[in-house]
């Protein structure tokens, strides 16, 4: 069984391309869930094979056997518990549970598909049914991609959607994904690094099972809906385009020189085009992946991985050499195409990023509901070996979050590469002075290629080189991320935000916290604390725990600057005590809102209401449960400054999770209180005039043992 889903999802090993018409649906959140919005919006792709076109360059089916046998593991089971719904009136064959997202068609396929929409909140049958029809955004080596508009009203209950897609004589299931009600903060995750990387030992036991926590994904869905599921870089592993023959050959190259001044030809372009739609096919129609693409709607940013290893920071000469560019551009089309369900011409018309959307960066802005604000930053289109993103990318940052409407209580930022993180001293500089002899001496290069021991790169620097200088801790980026951090301190000073970053990339779990010098102990009243979430990998085996003892052995709680110090937290004691900072097993992060209806029942008061929880759910290799072995719990607290009013969604919205009519909302600054407050602020003002203080309010008593977790978890 575990070899069966590693072949379908790694080395697909039958010649079945010819009988493969379809590839998804996949799902996307397009945004309308913020302050004063009334209506979802989303995208479903999908692919379809033209009629007659060659199966030269057409993906193979992913999920099912050549014989049509469904592939065994746990994404029938989990398939099992979904709804599959009536097929669409007409000539129509239902696909097979367990094929993933391949309808397989008899006769040829349709020239264009058919999305069939039903609404819960507009009642059953024909009253809530939609017949959506597509528009195509590109074709490709035979294929048409198409994209599905979806446009709903939001109402005051989260509620299911289901829809089907036929596609000729084929018919997809039932998918079924949530939306929100209006005004309530919605349920997400986040996870990063989806793919192995071709180092990864045979027997690890993440080649055996590589979706496991994506079926803890699905678990938890089932039961506490998600609303959105973002994707903070590497939703796919592109380093094998380097295997194809062509580029291949001019890696191989020893003459620097001769490589970068080589053309890009049209059998780099051709192999280039066809590994990625591929390799984006064979990721999102894997088992376990392929359901919650298409019953969680994604919001993605990418990362190297989703281009090649570390893109972006190599020596200027080869990042900027026909080769490279030349690939970056087949990249960048395909993470458009499948990640954001756009094309630059598309994009021209819809605008649906920040800034100019001239194509030069991929920023976005998505309200997780109206008090949490996700800010999605481009670190990768941009990057060079010595910037990560340039000036006009801050100011572009700046001026949206001074136009962000009141009311939101957090801002999350997207970071690709973590912030807070333990740096290697004197690494990069002994390895870009061992880069330098390599390239101006050729016998100890020609030596360094040929030890068997991977010293140099086929980019002609040495091996982990790439990997130091892309985080945002390298020497090379020292001043930039200074000029960072204090922009998020003054988006949280100015506009009273709580600001989290969540990042990915790095293969471990781990907390990080900036925090005020001299340090302030409630971090609930610190204006400039800031927590980092580190989620990575929810596929890719994480490094060898030696490695992470290692790092964590070179960091320290430092200075920033005069004013603000970091650290990484220990979120992982007792259970790890010797990497109690960074984690290194496989995790994905669960967020959401403590208020109702994602939280016991609390009041305003308390401190934690309106705090912003992040779960790390933790696979245990060696103990597997069959869902997340640990979790781990970290409160960020809201802002200070924050007004009581936030918890209440403006502009009409239903206060935090649709309180009940007659329950008493928090006040905002400058109205009445209500009587009940009136009265309580007296009795307080009462015991204080007498000596007594008003006990402080306190949260539903715990175990001891949960209690010792709450306090060693909290960031």
């Known amino acids: 069984m575990a070899a069966s ?16 018409t379809f590839v998804g649906p996949f799902l996307r ?41 469904a592939v065994p593991g746990g994404a029938d089971a989990i398939r099992a518990g979904l709804p599959t719904g009536a097929v669409v009136p007409g000539n129509h064959e239902q696909m097979p549970p367990g094929s993933g997202a391949a309808v397989a068609a008899k006769g040829a396929a349709a020239p264009a598909p058919v999305l069939v929409l039903q609404d819960s909140g507009r009642g059953n049958g024909s009253a ?15 294929w048409t991609a198409w994209r599905f508009d979806i446009e709903l009203p939001l109402l005051e209950w989260q509620r299911p959607v ?23 903060p919605m349920h997400w995750g986040y996870y990063s690094c989806n793919g192995i990387s071709a180092d990864v030992s045979p027997q690890a036991p993440e080649r055996a099972d590589p979706s496991y926590l994506w079926r803890d994904v699905l678990l938890l869905h089932r039961t506490f809906p998600l609303h959105c599921m973002v994707g903070g870089g590497d939703q796919v592993y592109s380093d094998g385009v380097w295997k194809q023959p062509a580029l291949r050959a001019w890696g191989a190259d020893t003459d620097h020189e001769k490589k970068i001044k080589a053309e890009w030809t049209p059998e780099m372009e051709a192999q280039a085009t066809e590994f990625y739609l591929r390799n984006y096919s064979d990721s999102f129609s894997a088992p376990d992946i392929d359901i919650a693409l298409a019953t969680i709607p994604q919001v993605n940013m990418w990362d190297d991985h989703d281009i090649w290893d570390g893109y ?7 990042q900027n050499c026909p080769v490279f560019q030349g690939l970056f551009r087949i990249a960048r089309h395909f993470f458009l195409l499948f990640q954001q369900h756009t094309t630059d011409a598309f ?38 070996k010595d910037q990560i993103m340039p000036q006009a990318s801050r100011a572009l940052f700046h001026s949206t979050v001074e136009e962000l409407p009141p009311g939101p209580l957090h801002l999350v930022a997207l970071s690709g590469v973590p912030v807070i993180f333990p740096k290697i001293p004197a690494a990069e500089t002994l390895l870009g002075c061992c880069g330098r002899m390599f390239r101006r001496v050729p016998a100890i290069k020609k030596m360094a290629r040929n030890t068997g021991q ?29 000029q960072f951090i204090r922009m998020l301190q003054a988006w949280s000073q100015k506009r009273g935000l709580r600001v989290s970053i969540l990042s990915g990339d790095a293969h471990v779990g781990g907390v990080g916290r900036f925090y005020s010098r001299p340090k302030i102990k409630n971090v609930g009243d610190d204006p400039l604390y800031m927590c980092q979430i580190i989620s990575s990998a929810i596929m890719n085996a994480p490094p060898p725990h030696p490695v992470v003892k290692m790092l964590m052995r070179t960091n320290f709680a430092s200075n920033v600057d005069g004013r603000t110090r970091e650290k990484l937290v220990r979120a992982f004691y007792p259970r790890h005590p010797r990497t109690d900072k960074l984690i290194a097993q496989r995790n994905w992060c669960d967020v959401c809102l403590i208020a109702p209806p994602f939280s016991p029942p609390t009041v305003p008061q308390d401190t934690n209401f309106g705090g912003l929880m992040f779960q790390l759910r933790v696979e245990d290799a060696k103990h597997r449960r069959g869902f997340a072995d640990e979790v781990y719990r970290i409160v960020v607290p809201r802002h200070p400054g924050a007004a009581m009013s936030a918890v209440a969604a403006p502009n009409g919205g239903a206060p935090l999770g649709a309180a009940p009519l007659g329950v008493p909302t928090p006040h905002t600054s400058g109205v009445e209180l209500t009587q009940l407050e009136v009265k309580a602020q007296e009795q307080a003002e009462a015991r204080s005039s007498v000596g007594q203080h008003a006990p402080a309010a306190q949260p539903y008593p715990a175990t001891p043992a949960k209690a010792a977790a709450q306090g060693q978890a909290r960031a």
Request: aromatic content about 8%; glycine content about 12%; overall charge negative.
């Open 5 to 20: 889903r590693e072949r379908a999802l790694n080395v697909p090993a039958y010649p079945a391309s010819e009988t493969r």
């Open 29 to 69: 959140f397009g945004g309308g869930t913020g302050p004063g919005s009334r209506h979802w919006r989303g995208s479903v792709l999908c692919l379809t094979r033209q009629p007659n076109a060659p199966a030269a360059g057409a993906p193979p089916p992913t999920a099912a056997t050549p014989d049509g046998v």
């Open 128 to 142: 809530g049914r939609q017949e959506l029809q597509a528009q195509p955004l590109d074709s490709c080596l035979g």
């Open 162 to 184: 289901s829809y089907q897609v036929s596609a000729g004589h084929g018919l997809t299931p039932t998918y079924t994904f949530w939306l929100p009600a209006l005004g309530q």
């Open 312 to 318: 972006g920071s190599y020596d200027s000469d080869i």
């Open 347 to 384: 994009n021209a018309r819809a605008k649906e990023f920040l800034g100019a959307n001239d194509g030069s960066a991929f920023h976005f802005v998505r309200w997780m509901g109206p008090q949490v604000v996700l800010l999605g930053m481009d670190m990768r289109s941009q990057r060079s």
């Open 454 to 482: 991977c010293l140099l790169d086929k980019f002609d620097q040495p091996e982990i080189l790439d990997d130091l200088i892309d985080g945002w801790v390298a020497n090379s980026h020292e001043d930039e991320r200074l």
